[in-house]
């Protein structure tokens, strides 16, 4: 695998999206010399990172933009489908799709990154938060469907009815097209600022980036790679709610509910897709349940936080969401599926 093309456009595009945050966070300055403070953030249903007036012409620009991407995106998905579908690909040259993918990614970065310091506003002027937020947790939990035949979904337990294999393969049919979408809209709707939120942000829309220029080659399946996409969400997550915490005061401060939350998704369902060791699972469950009681119990034998949180399940919070999506999602396409045989029978 290191000697394919793929494995070395992997590297040079994490060398891409490392370099990308540093530049973001060093031109900060400049960014501060053309635009003036923004207004206060008022609560989590508002967003900071926008101006306080809107334009209209910058917001054409931006949405033109957003455009561009998104249907350029789309475009290689369509042809790719239909040119590698069903067909042995030969990992030693390099995919015309992995090409075109990568010259999208770096084009699209670099245009993003110059539009925010002309006109700084992303599509946050004119949408709310909540669309952003939602087409991710939309995104990881149609993956939990979608990984159900192979590693379970909790504890490697399969859920065999609504998740059964023709059902995560109806969504493993459609996926690109619908995470495409959420990674290129939310990568437009936030501008390339500076803070730690932000910054997390757009080296984690990297690394989803990167999975989807993977697509097609073996390293897009390496269950190692695919954990440590999954997984980051965690970190970011708890690092915006620790910044909302600390720069705007945000009450309660809900960092744990993040960390925690996405934390027992990585324990109790993603790690149970690489194949470790029964003894190793369990430890890993087991050092989980030490960190949970730490969080809440009081100083000095424990971090202190109120336990009053613990009493409200905020750990269980996230899991919770995800996979009601989940299973609202499965549903869906199960219905789909029955209709699809129903059909087909009736031929």
Do not use: C
Request: net charge positive; hydrophobic share 55%; aromatic share 18%.
């Amino acid at each position: 695998m290191v000697r394919t093309p793929a494995f070395k456009v992997w590297i040079g595009l994490i060398i891409f999206i490392v370099v990308e945050v540093i530049l973001i966070f060093y031109l900060e300055p400049f960014l501060r010399l053309n635009f003036p403070p923004l207004n206060p953030d008022t609560g989590p249903e508002d967003y900071y990172w926008k101006l306080n007036a809107r334009d209209t012409l910058t917001m054409i620009i931006t949405w033109t933009f957003y455009g561009a991407h998104q249907f350029s995106v789309w475009f290689v998905i369509v042809w790719a489908h239909k040119n590698y579908h069903a067909k042995k690909l030969d990992e030693k040259k390099l995919l015309a799709y992995t090409g075109m993918m990568a010259l999208i990614l770096i084009g699209f970065t670099l245009l993003h990154l110059l539009q925010t310091h002309l006109w700084y506003d992303g599509l946050a002027q004119d949408v709310a938060i909540l669309t952003s937020q939602g087409s991710v947790i939309i995104m990881l939990s149609i993956l939990l469907v979608m990984q159900n035949p192979k590693r379970g979904l909790f504890f490697g337990i399969k859920e065999k009815k609504l998740m059964r294999p023709e059902v995560a393969n109806t969504f493993m049919k459609s996926h690109q097209l619908i995470f495409s979408w959420a990674l290129v809209y939310t990568f437009w709707f936030h501008p390339m600022d500076s803070s730690p939120a932000l910054l997390s942000g757009f080296f984690f829309m990297g690394l989803l980036f990167i999975q989807m220029v993977l697509a097609y080659t073996r390293m897009h399946l390496n269950k190692w790679w695919v954990l440590i996409v999954e997984s980051y969400v965690a970190v970011h997550a708890t690092i915006v709610a620790i910044a909302q915490w600390v720069d705007f005061g945000s009450n309660p401060p809900m960092w744990a509910m993040f960390l925690l939350g996405f934390l027992a998704m990585l324990v109790f369902t993603y790690i149970h897709g690489l194949g470790l060791l029964k003894w190793l699972r369990w430890s890993i469950v087991i050092a989980y349940f030490v960190f949970l009681v730490f969080i809440y119990v009081p100083q000095p034998f424990g971090f202190g936080r109120d336990f009053a949180y613990f009493l409200r399940l905020e750990f269980l919070w996230i899991p919770m969401i995800l996979f009601l999506i989940a299973f609202i999602a499965a549903a869906i396409a199960h219905v789909y599926v029955l209709i699809r045989n129903k059909r087909s029978s009736g031929k």
